[in-house]
Structure formats: C-alpha cells, structure tokens
C-alpha cells in the first residue's frame, strides 16, 4: 500500500502531478467519518424509537426479547459490565464496546449511558455494516 502511494509513481502513472497525504492521515480520516456514520446511525435509530437506554429499560427489553445489538460504554464498571455481557450471552445477542458514556448519552441526546440497545432490523444492517468497515480498516492498517 505506502509503495502504492508514492507519489513518484503515482504521478507516472497518472501522467500528471499529485501530492499524497501520509498514510496515517488517510487512516485517521476514514476512521472519523466512519464514526460520524456510526453515530448518525444511533441519532436517527434514537429518533425512530429503535434504541433503548438505562438499566431498567434495557432490562425490559432483553426479557422481551427485542434487543437485537448491544453497544457498550468503555468506560462502565466492571460488575455493570459483566452483568450486560451476560444478558447478551443469554440471549445470544451481539455486543460491542464503543464510546464513554457521556459519548453514548450525547449521540442518542441524553445524559450518559453505559449501554444501548438497537431493537429495530432497519438499523442494524447499516450500523453492522459501519462496524465492519471499521474492523477492516483496522486490520488492513495493522499489515502495513
């Protein structure tokens, strides 16, 4: 890939002049926009009612069995945590650690949140596919 983007052969191959920004600059910046996405995504999914927050709701949710992803904070206690992480096993629903939870709170516009549940099909295909990108992105910036 860096020998991709050296400008040298670049500019060859084009037949025309280029600047190349630094790889880890192109990485940082895809990175961002993706979590842009990502939290549009759950702003949008709050806003169509497909995101459940707090404890007792969350809690509601999984014995209903409507929770179909889980987001966790990184930042929530470790007994919070593993209790989460259990619901989920139980149920066999796919979880992810993402953002503090002021960040959670702030994307869905609330205060914080140590969790948040996705109980629609509509947003998890895309909020799956953003996930994925962002798992490869990160494995390909790895290799290099």
Not at 31 to 53: D, E, P
Not at 96 to 117: M, Q
Request: with cysteine; glycine share 6%; charged share 20%.
């Amino acid at each position: 890939m860096r020998k991709a983007l050296k400008p040298a052969k670049l500019a060859l191959a084009l037949k025309q002049p280029i600047i190349v920004r630094d790889l880890d600059a192109v990485y940082q910046e895809v990175r961002g926009l993706l979590y842009k996405r990502l939290r549009a995504c759950l702003g949008l999914g709050q806003k169509a009612g497909a995101v459940v927050s707090g404890y007792a709701l969350l809690r509601k949710a999984f014995a209903q069995a409507r929770v179909l992803y889980m987001i966790l904070a990184e930042d929530i206690a470790t007994g919070r945590a593993e209790e989460y992480r259990s619901w989920c096993t139980q149920h066999n629903v796919p979880h992810v650690t993402l953002f503090t939870k002021a960040e959670l709170g702030h994307i869905i516009g609330k205060p914080s949140r140590s969790a948040l549940g996705l109980t629609a099909p509509l947003f998890l295909t895309p909020l799956c596919a953003i996930l994925t990108s962002l798992e490869r992105l990160s494995i390909a910036y790895d290799r290099i």
